[in-house]
């Protein structure tokens, strides 16, 4: 009784902030279309640039060479970026897990995709495959800021489905970015955060926080019954049954593997800081 | 050190929602640009000084805005990237990819940044290859104080003004 009544409060906790984090983006993205075609609205114009934590990772070169930023970027990106990475290296990439609006947007339609491919569904990459896809992340990563520092351009935009995702009514989003956006979309259907896994540059650098951040989740050897729900809630497909801590950079802190959710020996599977033990 | 989960969500809330704070007093947290311009610390053609840098011209600024910033006449502005005087002041320089569809047409922005610093001689730095639609090379052949150099940038850097692109 006790742990369904927290896997409650945990599971409405992670749903309000998503639905609370994608309605503020679509409201943001909306206000700034309908300011810029002459609709009078009292709230203030925030482009989705100002307020995207990765735009200060790719301006970070510009900053440190000329002191000025990538064109359509402001400091509030800078400032949080900076904030970014110290939650992520408090908590890890919660940002991806509780936050991020096209993480949530490939869950809803994974949903979907669950029921058309019941088991199946996530299942279908191939594993020696899925291995070395999962460093493609980094790929982007190095390109996109490699790109954006020499062109002093916001190159990503062109290519980027989260701003595609808000803004495709507007008639500012490249083509391409549409293109990737509806093959995400699509993609959602199959994988679980396909987006997440193989291509988020946001997401691999905050992957890397997975390494180091204080508070991991943690399994207790001593109480855990090796039942493998841990492993089966996981959307990144981490086997978290096997180490101590879950030291995985592709880990999301989604939270869904905890005690509580899909753990179902109260006090096994919990974030907790410390030292030690075999890593997942 | 156990955590609850929920507090690990609470606690990234309140120290993103602090950070911004922390930013906003210190002076950090720019949403915008503003639409000030930086000015130039170096003389211009006319030996003017702290006139706007055309190098900082950017893509959400109308041709009402560069006229007031610049001193550029908003008749030239419109002529010269083929707007209808009617509805030259509230264009804005993105929008000019509806006039030059075509995307190698390279006319956009810094199209902008190099007429106007022409136009007023001031100093500019291409830092890119900038076209110019045919209407603003004649424009400036007529009104800016160019160079030999300029004069040849021009011949090889102006599109028809017909096909409004490449």
Redesign the interface.
């Known amino acids: 009784m006790r742990i369904k009544a927290k896997k409650s409060?945990?599971r409405t906790?992670?749903t309000v902030?998503q639905w609370a984090m994608f309605l503020f983006v679509a409201v943001l993205a909306l206000v700034k279309y309908l300011k810029e075609i002459g609709v009078v609205i009292p709230l203030?114009?925030?482009?989705l640039h100002?307020?995207c934590p990765f735009g200060g990772v790719v301006t970070v070169y510009e900053f440190l060479a000329t002191g000025g930023l990538v064109?359509?970027l402001?400091?509030?990106a800078?400032?949080?970026m900076?904030?970014g990475l110290?939650?992520a290296f408090?908590?890890g990439p919660?940002?991806c897990g509780?936050f991020c609006p096209l993480g949530t947007w490939q869950e809803w339609i994974g949903k979907l995709g669950r029921k058309l491919f019941k088991k199946k569904y996530n299942r279908l990459v191939p594993r020696a495959a899925d291995k070395y896809l999962r460093y493609l992340r980094y790929i982007v990563l190095g390109a996109v800021v490699y790109q954006t520092a020499v062109t002093?351009k916001l190159v990503f935009a062109d290519v980027d489905p989260y701003y595609a995702l808000f803004n495709f009514y507007t008639g500012?989003v490249a083509f391409t970015a549409i293109l990737i956006l509806i093959a995400v979309t699509l993609l959602s259907l199959l994988v679980e955060r396909p987006w997440c896994k193989y291509f988020c540059p946001y997401g691999a650098l905050l992957g890397l926080f997975n390494l180091i951040h204080i508070?991991p989740v943690r399994r207790r050897e001593s109480t855990c019954i090796h039942c493998k729900k841990c492993d089966a809630a996981c959307p990144m497909n981490i086997t978290v049954s096997t180490g101590d801590a879950v030291r995985s950079h592709q880990c999301i802190?989604c939270?869904e593997c905890?005690s509580g959710l899909a753990c179902p020996v109260e006090d096994t599977v919990?974030?907790?800081?410390?030292k030690g033990g075999k890593q997942a | 050190?156990?955590?609850?989960?929920?507090a690990?969500?609470f606690?990234?809330?309140l120290?993103?929602l602090a950070?911004?704070l922390g930013?906003w007093a210190l002076g950090?947290?720019?949403?915008?640009?503003g639409k000030t311009p930086q000015r130039l610390e170096t003389l211009n053609a006319m030996g003017e000084a702290g006139a706007y840098d055309p190098a900082d011209i950017?893509?959400s600024y109308t041709l009402s805005e560069i006229n007031n910033l610049y001193e550029v006449p908003l008749e030239d502005l419109a002529d010269a990237f083929t707007v209808e005087r009617s509805r030259a002041s509230g264009f804005k320089l993105?929008d000019f990819e509806t006039l030059f569809p075509d995307p190698d047409s390279e006319i956009g922005t810094s199209s902008m940044k190099l007429f106007v610093a022409w136009y007023k001689g001031l100093p500019y730095e291409l830092?890119e290859e900038s076209f110019l639609p045919a209407p603003a090379a004649a424009i400036l052949r007529e009104k800016a104080p160019l160079s030999q150099e300029q004069h040849a940038y021009l011949d090889s850097h102006t599109l028809p003004a017909a096909d409004k692109g490449r």
């Open positions: 409060r945990l906790l992670r902030t203030p114009e925030i482009s100002a307020v064109q359509k402001h400091s509030s800078l400032a949080l900076v904030i110290l939650v408090l908590f919660i940002f509780y002093a500012e508070f802190t939270h905890l919990i974030v907790a800081a410390g | 050190m156990k955590l609850k989960p929920q690990t969500v606690f990234s809330i120290l993103v950070g911004i930013s950090w947290w720019q949403t915008d640009s950017r893509g993105k830092k």
